[in-house]
C-alpha cells in the first residue's frame, strides 16, 4: 500500500471552509447552486436510502452526470435492468452503515471483498468482462460513491493529482482508510469539524468533505471540467 500523504490544506481551516462553502452553497447569478455536485448525495434522498440502496436507480444515473460523467444508454439499462444480477447481489453484501474508518470494513474494500469485485466488474477487467457501456475506473468509483457514500470516496483526476497518485492506483482505498485511522482518528474528527463550521449539513459525509476539499483546492491549479 503506498501511504497517502496529506496535504497542508487540510491544516488550513479558514481556506478549507471557503472551499466547503463555495461548494455546496455558492450560487449562479439564476440563484440556482452553481456546482452540481452539491446535489449528488443528496438526489433522491441519496443512493443509500434503504428502500434502493441495494439496486441502481434512475436518481444514481442522473446524480452521475452532477460529477461530470455518465453511461451511455445500453450502460444505462444494465444497471436498471441488472440482467445477470451481479449489481444486487453485491450491493447487498456491503452493508449500508459500513464507514472506512472502521476496522471491520476491511474485508469490504479488500481485493475479493464485495466492494471490490463491484468496482471490478463496473470498471471493467480480463476477469468480469462485459462491464456496463460507457463505464470505467471513474465512472465506477462514483456510482460506489453514490451508494456507499461513507465507505467509498470519489475519486479522479484532480484527487490523484494532488496526492500524487500513482497512474495505477488500487490502494487509494486502503491508504484513505489508514490516514483517518491513524493518529487516534485526527484526520476524521477534523474533517468533521471543517463540516460544521462550513454548515454544510450533517448528511454530507466525511468522506465527501474529504473529496471536495481535495479537488476545489486542485481545481485552482489544475482545472479539468466542472461538478
Not at 57 to 78: E, R
Not at 151 to 172: A, C, E, M, N
Not at 176 to 202: F, M, P, Q, S
Request: overall charge neutral; aromatic content about 8%; glycine content about 12%.
Amino acid at each position: 500500500m503506498i501511504e497517502l500523504k496529506i496535504p497542508d490544506v487540510y491544516r488550513d481551516d479558514e481556506k478549507s471552509v471557503r472551499l466547503l462553502i463555495e461548494y455546496f452553497k455558492g450560487r449562479r447569478s439564476s440563484g440556482d447552486l452553481f456546482y452540481s455536485g452539491a446535489h449528488f448525495e443528496r438526489l433522491g434522498g441519496g443512493g443509500d436510502c434503504e428502500h434502493v440502496a441495494d439496486r441502481f436507480d434512475s436518481n444514481d444515473l442522473v446524480a452521475l452526470t452532477m460529477l461530470g460523467v455518465s453511461l451511455k444508454p445500453h450502460g444505462a439499462i444494465d444497471l436498471l435492468t441488472d440482467p445477470d444480477g451481479h449489481w444486487n447481489r453485491l450491493l447487498s453484501l456491503i452493508p449500508r452503515d459500513a464507514r472506512l474508518e472502521d476496522l471491520r470494513s476491511d474485508a469490504l474494500i479488500a481485493r475479493g471483498g464485495p466492494a471490490w469485485e463491484l468496482w471490478e466488474r463496473l470498471a471493467g477487467n480480463k476477469q468480469y468482462a462485459g462491464k456496463p457501456d460507457g463505464s470505467g475506473p471513474v465512472v465506477a468509483g462514483k456510482l460506489l460513491a453514490r451508494k456507499r457514500p461513507h465507505l467509498i470516496p470519489v475519486y479522479d483526476s484532480r484527487i490523484k493529482q494532488l496526492f500524487g497518485r500513482p497512474k495505477r492506483d488500487h490502494s487509494f482505498w486502503a491508504a484513505l482508510a489508514a490516514a483517518l485511522r491513524a493518529d487516534g482518528g485526527a484526520l476524521h474528527d477534523r474533517l468533521l469539524r471543517l463540516r460544521d463550521k462550513a454548515g454544510i449539513g450533517e448528511d454530507i459525509g466525511v468522506l465527501r468533505v474529504f473529496d471536495v476539499i481535495a479537488w476545489m483546492h486542485q481545481g485552482a491549479t489544475e482545472p479539468d471540467g466542472e461538478r
